[in-house]
């Protein structure tokens, strides 16, 4: 399982960002896909997953301002994110829920005035 996040980068708030998300070595159209961040100095948490059947389920802190989205052609996986506020900031990571030890290198999201 191999995966390559990018789209990272510093914005201000209230500013979007889309993080895209390129898996290999999976059946990607037979897995559910799931964004996960780990803010400086605190644990990893789930933001966002996408089923098969493309059903999307949010963490209330993103909720109505992240979209996940999924082309299983490209096998891609993305988080389209808006309204970016400070505490967005951290390390964003795609992660497949059938090999849930398995993490990219990550991508980092600053947002800052």
């Known amino acids: 399982v191999q995966l390559v996040e990018s789209g990272g980068g510093s914005v201000q708030p209230g500013g979007s960002l889309r993080l895209s998300c390129a898996a290999s070595?999976?059946?990607?159209?037979?897995?559910?896909m799931r964004w996960y961040r780990q803010p400086p100095g605190k644990q990893r948490e789930l933001v966002a997953s996408?089923?098969?059947?493309?059903?999307?389920a949010y963490a209330d802190a993103v909720k109505g301002r992240f979209t996940i989205s999924r082309d299983n052609d490209k096998k891609m996986v993305y988080l389209e994110m808006s309204s970016l506020k400070p505490e967005d900031t951290a390390v964003y990571y795609c992660?497949?829920?059938?090999?849930?030890?398995?993490w990219g290198q990550g991508t980092q999201v600053t947002v800052s005035s």
């Open positions: 992660n497949v829920l059938r090999y849930p030890n398995n």
């Open positions: 070595g999976i059946i990607f159209s037979l897995r559910t």
């Open positions: 996408i089923t098969v059947g493309g059903s999307t």
